[in-house]
């Protein structure tokens, strides 16, 4: 989809760059070398077709995330070994887990938390370099953050169908996009 010039562009803000004078440690550094790598851009019709097909799908959210996740899992298996709770259990069993459930309940209430700072930028970019810092501590794979999004997508669709266009796949596409590229920032290799 290709996007118009005269589209209202909302562009991040940019993190603070540390003076000539002030130490830069190693984050500051990687950060500093990620501002030179473009973080996806979130156009206001994207945002306002997000926000609208989220606030159709909220009432379905706790099944949005499960069956999130058990497609993540049944479509990229060395995902769900990097999920403790669920190693060992079989896939027929997972629907009724209350630890998927619970972490299916955070991660939407991620989604929501962006939402709900989408507009308020540094807000929500020291959120998400948060939450990236909280996922290296578990290890997870950078990789495995791409696969979110069109999980998520999966999830939701049936949700909004009455509403659903190559444009919203896109704008959420797009969503997801910029919040695994914010949370990779402080995650290192």
Known sequence: MGQSSSRS???????????????????????????DIERPKLYLNQIELISSSWKMAES??????????IQLFETHPDVRDTFTPFRGLPASELQYSSILKA????????VE??????????KLIAMLHDLGRKHATYKAKREYFDLIGP???????????????????????????????????????
Request: proline share 5%; no cysteine.
């Open 151 to 189: 999980q998520f997508l999966f999830a939701i669709r049936p949700s909004i169908e009455s509403i659903w266009s190559d444009e919203l796949e896109e704008a959420w596409l797009t969503l997801f996009r910029f919040v695994t590229h914010v949370m990779r920032e402080v995650i290192y290799d």
């Open 9 to 35: 562009q909302l562009t991040p803000n940019q993190i603070r760059k540390p003076s000539m004078t002030s130490p830069i440690d190693a984050e500051d550094k990687r950060l500093e070398e990620l501002r």
């Open 103 to 110: 972490h299916a309940l955070r991660v939407m209430g991620t």
């Open 113 to 122: 938390k962006v939402l709900a700072r989408i507009d308020q930028r540094p």
């Open 60 to 69: 379905d959210i706790e099944k949005v995330g499960v069956v999130m996740f």
